[in-house]
């Protein structure tokens, strides 16, 4: 077995599900590999397999076959309790719908991942404020989700995500329930983010606007990648 390399290395993944009396091979044979510091699209069609796979690497989802190494740790085979270890300390995941507890207040959102880390690296309270200000919530701590705008929300989430201050963040299409203006601040926290951290970010998007803002664009199509392309540079002024 030759080393893992990079914070994402995937080797011949393929996943199968099953759908009433039929199999869908979601995702057939994927190699992807992502440096530290690194910001990946993925593009493709619908249902070409890209929550799937972005799933997997996030251990949400384990693969049928293959391996998958996060951080140089391969966790396709860990039990639940490993894997949610390294889920909740190596990975922040954002989704299209934010996905945040509807009876929680925006500061107790964020504050609970750090709550639930086994090895705490922070005050969960203290953290959560600091975040959520960096991401101009400041006066937005004590709301619930259903009294943010979707904007909001996807802020609180992907402060969520950045609670225990992980290597790498996961979003699965984050501006696809947003207003074009919403999108393209979450977009600008999310360059923010790497600058500051050097976090190394996956983003499933259809937008090709998006997509070009990162370093490499991979194109999934029919549970494989089809193609690999570097934006052409723009000048963002
Ligand atoms: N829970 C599931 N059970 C059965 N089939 C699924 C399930 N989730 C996704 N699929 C199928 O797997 C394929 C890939 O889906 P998905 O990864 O969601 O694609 P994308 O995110 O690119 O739209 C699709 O054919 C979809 O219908
Ligand atoms: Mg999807």
Do not use: W
Request: charged letters at 25%.
């Amino acid at each position: 077995m030759t080393s893992s390399q990079g914070v994402i290395d995937a080797r011949q993944v393929t996943k199968k599900l099953r759908l009433g009396k039929l199999e869908i091979a979601a995702l057939r044979g994927v190699n992807m590999c992502v440096e530290a510091g690194e910001m990946v699209s993925i593009v493709g069609p619908s249902g070409s397999g890209k929550s799937t796979l972005l799933g997997i690497i996030g251990g949400l989802d384990t693969p049928t076959s293959g391996e998958v190494y996060i951080d140089g740790v391969e966790i396709s085979r860990l039990g639940e309790d490993k894997l949610t270890e390294i889920r909740n300390e190596k990975i922040g995941f954002i989704f299209q719908f934010f996905n945040l507890i509807p009876t929680l207040t925006a500061l107790e959102n964020v504050a609970l991942p750090i709550e639930f880390a086994n090895q705490r690296r922070y005050k969960p309270k203290k953290r959560a404020k600091a975040l959520l200000q960096q991401l101009g919530l400041g006066d937005r701590l004590n709301h619930r989700p259903s009294e943010l705008s979707g904007g909001q929300q996807q802020r609180v989430a992907i402060a969520r995500a950045l609670a225990n201050n992980p290597p790498l963040l996961l979003a699965d299409e984050p501006t696809g329930n947003l207003d074009s203006e919403s999108g393209a601040m979450v977009m600008e926290t999310l360059h923010q983010i790497r600058a500051e951290n050097g976090t190394t970010i996956v983003l499933v998007t259809h937008d090709p606007n998006l997509a070009k803002q990162a370093d490499r664009i991979l194109t999934l199509i029919d549970g494989r990648i089809e193609q690999e392309s570097l934006p052409e540079k723009l000048a963002i002024g």
